[in-house]
């Protein structure tokens, strides 16, 4: 999937990513050379479909993590199987370990105990190695789109 | 007067979304893991219900049991069994460098299924939209099959038998994923019926690359009338590597290893 700028016969690069947590995704790509920019608007089905090849529209920006998509997007997996990966507390990227605001610890505890771990770790690698003391919804948020987490 | 388009091939600036890059990284993934594995087998028959689940375990059982290294990777995501038949303990998924330990039974087969991630009694499940998710339910278990490929610590192996489910929708997959088409062992019962299905199956692995290394006639002088293993021994020109009976004994999974390896 690539974006043309016909006026300009140029390649648009890729801007930016929202999630909007609808189950939508929407990607932003601007012309290099007169500045347009387009947005890419992608319906659930659609999302879903590039989520299942386990790419990530504006590239992929965290290292693979060990069956990530199935965590990721099944629901029946037990709660507990995964219980160990939960314990690896502050994950394993450089700086401090960030501590985690009530309000997120809060939104943590409602990701299913199947995924829970994974999704922990991966906060927490974003705020270290962006030097962020504490883990908030807003972190949450914008670690979100960032890293393209659809559904965590 | 129409638009001076361009083509996709024809736009060559650096693409930050390298979605063909991140493909690319997955299967190398694969063949990196996969690299301390000696062979990769598939036992597929293109027929439900012929005991493919069964003879996996218990040749991987033998195998074990002659001092081979041996995994099991269970790819019947919607129906595993593995673990029951190789009586794996239950427990949690630890995971070490990266990567989640497959499940040892008790004679030291290494496995990972689905059934070790649901809970009991609930069908595979993902989340998405409902609505048409006949369009991604299928790349989504095309997914999860290359990681349980990629994402496994199956360390050094001899062998490493892929327990296909009925069809053949699995294989191709498979084959997809792996640097080149893995040899089959086909296994059927004796009926017509399932001669028709493996009949296909044999022609699709072949028709993809994949070697066809034996049929394996299970359910063998029982109630089912017919002669389908000799029938596509025949036809394929590979050979019947074992008639088991509905209940066998250790001594026709043993003499069945050497068949197996000497024909990969």
């Known amino acids: ?152 | 007067m129409p638009l001076n388009i361009r083509t996709y091939h024809d736009l060559t600036e650096p693409d930050r979304s390298g979605l063909a890059g991140q493909i690319g990284a997955q299967r190398r993934r694969v063949a990196e893991r996969l690299a301390t594995v000696a062979r990769v087998g598939a036992v597929m028959s293109g027929k439900g219900g012929v005991g493919k689940s069964f003879v996996t375990a218990h040749l991987a059982r033998a195998l074990a049991r002659a001092g081979r290294a041996v995994g099991v990777l269970d790819a019947d995501l919607n129906g595993p069994t593995a673990p029951q038949l190789l009586r794996l303990p239950v427990a949690g998924c630890t995971s070490h460098d990266g990567a989640i330990e497959p499940a040892v039974s008790p004679e030291g087969v290494r496995c990972f299924s689905m059934a070790l991630l649901l809970e009991d009694g609930r069908p595979l499940a993902f989340r998405g939209p409902e609505a048409e998710s006949f369009v991604w339910r299928g790349t989504l278990e095309a997914a999860a099959l290359r990681e349980f490929l990629a994402d496994v610590a199956w360390g050094r192996l001899d062998l490493l038998l892929v327990d296909l489910p009925p069809g053949m929708q699995r294989f191709a997959e498979l084959a997809e994923l792996l640097p080149e088409p893995p040899p089959v062992i086909a296994v059927t019962i004796p009926t017509q019926q399932s001669e028709d299905a493996v009949r296909r199956a044999l022609h699709a692995a072949r028709d993809r690359g994949a070697p066809c290394l034996g049929v394996i006639e299970n359910m063998a002088g029982g109630p089912f009338a017919g002669d389908a293993a000799d029938a596509l021994a025949g036809e394929f020109g590979i050979p019947v590597l074992a008639r088991v009976p509905f209940h066998p004994t250790d001594d026709v999974w043993d003499a069945l290893v050497p068949k197996v390896e000497s024909s990969l």
């Open chain 1, 1 to 152: 999937m690539k974006f043309l700028c016909v006026e300009c016969d140029r390649q648009m690069a890729f801007e930016e990513r929202q999630l909007p947590g609808d189950g939508t995704l929407a990607a932003a790509f601007r012309c290099p050379q007169c500045g347009r920019v387009v947005a890419l608007l992608t319906n659930p089905m659609e999302t879903q479909l590039v989520a299942s090849l386990g790419v990530k529209i504006g590239g992929a920006t965290l290292p693979p993590q060990p069956l990530e998509m199935v965590r990721g997007m099944v629901t029946t997996g037990r709660e507990d199987v995964f219980a160990d990966d939960a314990k690896g507390e502050g994950g394993t990227g450089k700086g401090p370990h960030p501590i985690w605001s009530l309000a997120a610890e809060e939104r943590l505890a409602r990701v299913p105990g199947f995924v829970r771990g994974m999704v922990k770790r991966i906060y927490a690698d974003y705020a270290k190695d962006r030097g962020i003391a504490e883990i908030t919804p807003t972190v949450m948020d914008t670690a979100r789109n960032e890293l393209g987490l659809e559904g965590m």
